[in-house]
């Protein structure tokens, strides 16, 4: 799968913006709901443990604070269908990742969708603004 000539088409299809960071990396701002937009970044990376690429999506949900009690999200986290929560670079992001060779693109759609909206839920959530 070309990963970057999906996500330009997906946005194409969504009224989103499409960006090309570089050959490994691209990013849409997709529409959410409440008329607001989220950024998601759309990875491909070699995972050297296995010896295969993965796609890896990540949205940016809050700056890391002390009084963030983790706990309920992580316990949240276990009803979601391909997110996770991560902390990269001082913030709390919403995570999927799958294997580029056998990933569908109904299925990276569905994964661009919950990434970006999980991302907004919580970001309103834990900050009450629209930030990223």
Do not use: W
Request: hydrophobic share 35%; charged share 20%.
């Amino acid at each position: 799968m070309d990963l970057t000539a999906f996500m330009k088409k997906y946005a194409d299809q969504i009224g989103g913006q499409f960006t090309q960071y570089d050959p490994s990396h691209s990013i849409i701002i997709m529409p959410v709901s409440g008329n607001r937009f989220q950024t998601v970044i759309g990875t491909v990376r070699k995972n050297e443990l296995y010896n295969r690429n993965l796609i890896t999506l990540n949205s940016k949900v809050c700056t890391i604070k002390s009084s963030l009690d983790y706990k309920p999200l992580l316990e949240q986290a276990a009803y979601f269908n391909y997110c996770r929560f991560v902390v990269n670079e001082n913030h709390l992001q919403i995570e999927a990742v799958a294997a580029m060779d056998t990933t569908h693109e109904s299925t990276l759609t569905e994964m661009l969708q919950e990434v970006a909206n999980l991302a907004d839920q919580y970001e309103l959530k834990l900050t009450d603004s629209d930030i990223h």
